[in-house]
Structure formats: C-alpha cells, structure tokens
C-alpha cells in the first residue's frame, strides 16, 4: 500500500505545505513567488530555465511541486513517477491558440501556442524542474480520488518506483501530493473530488 508523505498548493494568493505547515505568502504574482522561494532556505532548487516562457500552468505545476518535494529529505528521482490529474487540463491554453488561429487564420497563427494545449506539457515540465527519470503521464479520471490511487497502485507496481508525485493543475492554483511506497494502514485513501480537497482535508487531521 501507499500514504501521502509530503504535499504542497499553491494559489495567487499564498504557498502552503502539507507535512511541515510552511507557508509563502505576500506576492502579487506567481513569479514574485519564485523570486521568494529562490531565497528561502528550506525550499528546494531546481531547474526553472523554462520558467519564463512557461505557461501558467507550468509555472504552478513547477513551483507547487519544488515546494512538495521540499517536505521530503529522502527522495530519488530515478525512483520517482509524476502523474498530472484531472484540474482544468490546459482548457486556457486550448482557448489561447484557437482564437489565434480563427483570427489569424493557418498562415499568420501563432503556432508556438500548440504546444501548451497539450495536457503533458505541465507534467513533463515539472519532471525537468526536479530531474525525474521515472514515468511521467497525464491521466483523466471521473472526479475521484478513488480512480487516481488505483492507477497510483498500478505504477507502484514497477519494482523501480517508490515516489509518485501527482499533480492537479486548476487555472488559479496547483496541488502536488508525494506518495510513497511501503506497507502502510492507508488513510489517505479517501474519496474527494479534487487533489486540493484531500490535501485540505488531511491537513486538518493534523497528519497524512
């Protein structure tokens, strides 16, 4: 089986962790937010060079899950799978590049914005920021937590994985949770809608 061990959300507004209660708050933007965490000393680095250029959804996807993985001591990103859930997709993104084109027509559209309608930019993006070798995939399930941990089981499956980050993007906030595997009375497996309602939820049983 497998609890949650480490998680983080992240809104327009403040920058919360799940284990260790931390919190950012104070910015305007969300890149006032890395210019914050790029000096506190207990958040992670990592690679954010595609962070200017990301679309919002990257760049609350890398952000919310720097500060999930920050939780934790003892991870490898070989051993690590990332699966992106459910949220808003890039439903903005998808929106962005198709009145482009009606406006713009084949010709002049902008075909740079392709690339953010795709449901795993977000997810393949955070991988590069935390140097994650192991499965990374965007999954749609019913609005259940239920349906994610079943295939959450199915990954853990493969002897090599022993985190898995999932990761729910909305277009006002992020929520990254890091599960682990192990044999353990799993109390997190406990049917909500969203990422971001389990991780309030468990957050006020004070522990995962």
Known sequence: MNQVVAGALVDHAKAETLVTRKT????????????????TPWVLKGDLEDFRRGSASVKLGQLCALLA???LTE???DETALIGWNGSG?????TAYWEDYAINGRELGRSGLFVATLPTTPACEVAITLGIHGPVFYLQTPASTEALFDEVDSVFLRGNIRHIIVLEI????????FLERGDFEIKTRIQTETLSQLFFLLKERGKP
């Open 69 to 71: 993985a920050s939780e």
């Open 75 to 77: 991870w490898s990103p």
């Open 170 to 177: 909305n277009s006002d906030s992020a929520c990254a949770l």
């Open 24 to 39: 950012l708050d104070g910015f305007s933007s969300i890149s006032e937010l890395r210019s914050m965490m790029e000096v």
């Open 90 to 94: 890039c439903s903005e993104n998808n």
